[in-house]
């Protein structure tokens, strides 16, 4: 089985930066895809970033060259780097990750919000 432990968001100015963290434990060997998503008030979840374990990263369109996604292995610990926020960045986000053993696990949750 496998544990997510989020931290980081918050409250960020429009312009400013955050970052999320999100730690795997237990069967974090068996991991091959982290990321995030995130869903906002009344929408669907969405992709923001996905990363595998060979360092391959993928983006959301809405997100590219603002946030970087990273990882590292050793820590079974992926992170969200968020620049240039905008307030159309304020939702959940969802620490991702798809495991062998045991498939996709969800983490709790983070409230990012982006406000003057």
């Known amino acids: 089985q496998v544990q997510l432990v989020e931290s980081g968001g918050g409250l960020g100015q429009p312009g400013g930066s955050l970052r999320l963290s999100c730690a795997a434990s237990?069967?974090?060997?068996?991991?091959?895809?982290m990321g995030w998503y995130r869903q906002a008030p009344g929408e669907a979840r969405e992709l923001v970033a996905l990363t595998t374990t060979d360092g391959t990263t993928n983006y959301a369109d809405s997100v590219k060259r603002r946030f970087t996604i990273s990882r590292d292995n050793a820590k079974s610990t992926v992170y969200l780097q968020m620049n240039r926020l905008k307030p159309e960045d304020t939702a959940v986000y969802y620490c991702y990750v798809n495991s062998r053993l045991t498939g996709v696990i969800w983490g709790q949750g983070t409230q990012v919000t982006v406000s003057s």
């Open positions: 237990g069967s974090a060997f068996s991991i091959n895809v």
